[in-house]
């Protein structure tokens, strides 16, 4: 949500800010609507006055036995009652409209964010490990023998159609490790708190966190109300709306591991085969809410935190700042963390990690008291996948295939499987 006040202030900036994302130019009809809301409440608030003046003077005239300056008096109050209701209404009625033209617009880029088009406009920050060198021609993840006997579409599509697996034997135990190891990284080393939430959302949590009204048709919506998330970053984030909090108490972090639900919209024919892209997946998210002064090393913060996990499991991967006309509606500035798919022969995007300044924070009205007193603060939020535990699983077989057919599992899910590190024929660990 944009602030219809700093729009007054520099209209230019904010034109030239959404021309960086390729939008148009919308700060003079935001503030010709903006004016013409401002004209009916002052004509309410001051057609009010006079009924209030109106209304004092009918006591007088009553006290005086002035019977027709009494009647034309209490005519006009009513006379007046009515027109102040009827310009209070439409001055809603605009403050409504402005608020759904400002909540329709993207958020607007940091200053550092690369101009660009769309990916092919990214710009590399970081790489690390080397693609490994395979004797073999490598397979996709769902060619591989050992894993395509415990990874499952038909019956999937039987039961749900396209876009959606069941994982069993091995494959499901790597899947489940994987979750754990990471929620187990980010509670012990990177001190984020662990939090279990609904997958079940209202319509104020997802218009809170950007994802309404311009994207509904992305997300599942149950024939009650209730909206499938797309991911925990609408149940961690909306769960700060309206509070005010202490600046002592920032920043607050927070994970979680959920099921998440994308009607994938628009991506009709991409990454049709395997597991790549569903309409239901698993990630583990992170959520930060922070000073306004902070959210920029937080981000990095958040960042190391997600590399990390590929780092630890040896997965060769790079990271790109997203340029302007490839980022997210409520980011500010991402980063995606792009994960080394032998199968594929390229880097897949694994991780995102955005922040979005006060962008949501104003939809949801979350602030905070800074300690010198002074009046209430937007915090500021961030999120990113930490990670996307059906990608990583990807990436893990691939990267580990050997050429007889098995797969060899990183040593640091060991713990979470009975010690066992591999992947044999049949689908189940060895």
Not at 320 to 349: H, K, N
Request: aromatic residues 6%; glycine residues 8%.
């Amino acid at each position: 949500m944009h602030d219809i006040r700093a729009i007054r202030e520099n209209p230019a900036a904010f034109d030239a800010a959404l021309a960086r994302r390729g939008d148009d130019a919308m700060s003079s009809s935001l503030l010709e609507l903006d004016e013409a809301r401002r004209a009916k409440i002052l004509a309410a608030e001051t057609a009010q006055a006079e009924q209030n003046k109106a209304a004092k003077a009918i006591g007088a005239a009553k006290a005086k036995g002035d019977e027709a300056e009494f009647e034309r008096l209490r005519a006009e109050v009513s006379a007046k009652k009515a027109e102040v209701a009827a310009m209070q209404t439409e001055a809603k009625e605009l403050d409504a409209k402005l608020t759904d033209q400002l909540a329709r617009i993207a958020n607007l880029p940091a200053d550092d964010v690369p101009q660009g088009e769309d990916e092919d406009d990214n710009v590399e920050v970081n790489r690390w490990g080397t693609p490994r060198e395979f004797s073999f021609a490598p397979k996709e993840h769902f060619e591989i023998p050992a894993v395509a006997a415990a990874m499952d579409f038909e019956t999937a599509v039987k039961t749900s159609g396209s876009r959606f697996v069941n994982l069993t034997k091995g494959v499901a135990r790597i899947h489940r490790a994987l979750a754990q190891f990471m929620l187990d990284t980010h509670v012990d080393k990177n001190g984020l708190t662990e939090t279990q939430t609904p997958v079940l959302v209202r319509d104020e949590a997802m218009y809170g966190t950007d994802k309404l009204p311009k994207f509904g048709d992305d997300s599942y919506q149950t024939t009650n109300g209730w909206w499938l998330i797309p991911t925990s970053e609408v149940t961690l984030t909306y769960s700060v709306a309206g509070d005010i909090l202490d600046e002592a108490d920032l920043p607050r972090r927070m994970t979680a591991h959920t099921a998440c639900f994308r009607s994938e919209a628009g991506s009709a024919g991409k990454d049709t085969s395997g597991m790549l892209r569903q309409h239901q997946f698993e990630k583990v998210e992170m959520v930060s809410v922070t000073h306004p002064d902070n959210s920029d090393d937080e981000q990095k913060r958040m960042l190391r935190c997600a590399e990390d996990l590929l780092e630890q499991l040896g997965i060769p991967y790079r990271t790109v700042v997203l340029c302007t006309g490839d980022m997210g509606f409520g980011a500010r500035r991402t980063y995606d963390i792009e994960a080394w798919l032998p199968g594929q022969d390229t880097y897949r995007e694994i991780s995102s990690v955005s922040t979005t300044g006060d962008f949501q924070a104003r939809r949801m009205n979350a602030r905070f008291k800074p300690a010198d007193g002074g009046k209430p603060q937007f915090v500021h939020t961030l999120n990113g996948s930490g990670l996307a535990v059906g990608r990583c699983l990807i990436a893990v077989l691939e990267n580990g295939q050997n050429e007889d057919g098995t797969v060899t599992l990183p040593e640091v899910l060991a713990p979470y499987m009975g010690g066992k590190t591999t992947l044999q024929l049949d689908g189940t660990l060895g």
